[in-house]
């Protein structure tokens, strides 16, 4: 176990409360807007979070994408920033978290806790829509 890679739902909540860190949501664009939610009880977005779903580190084929296209897959990005990496439950956010240290991010960290830890505290806020999505083209 590496601690120093995990995030606390306080880090979360700082972030997303004054961007001391970039929060990446790993999950499907219509579970990040809010549109479905299969698994856990609410449905949204942590607020400030942008959308890179897990899969699309992958190729047609289900491999790993090379470096280069992983680079640019996060191009827009502060390579130097601190990035918080979540999904639903902690799992799916793995890969992007694995994509973004291959692509040369160096302060990456997950919160294992995820979606179904953030909506288990009343006082944090829920985001719906897709205006932070992020589509590849």
Known sequence: ????????????????????????????????????????????????AVNYFWKDVLDWDGRWTDTGVLEERFSKLDKD??????????????????????????NVKLYSGSWSDWISYEENPVAIGDAEAHKDV
């Open 81 to 106: 920033g601190a990035i918080i990496v979540y999904c639903g439950s902690g799992v799916s956010a793995c890969p992007n978290v694995i994509a973004l240290e291959e692509a040369g991010f160096s």
């Open 1 to 48: 176990m590496q601690p120093a890679m995990l995030a606390s739902v306080e880090d979360v909540q700082q972030a997303s409360a004054n961007g001391s860190a970039l929060l990446i949501d790993s999950r499907d664009a219509r579970r990040y807007a809010g549109l479905e939610e299969p698994i856990d009880a609410k449905a949204g977005h942590i607020p400030g």
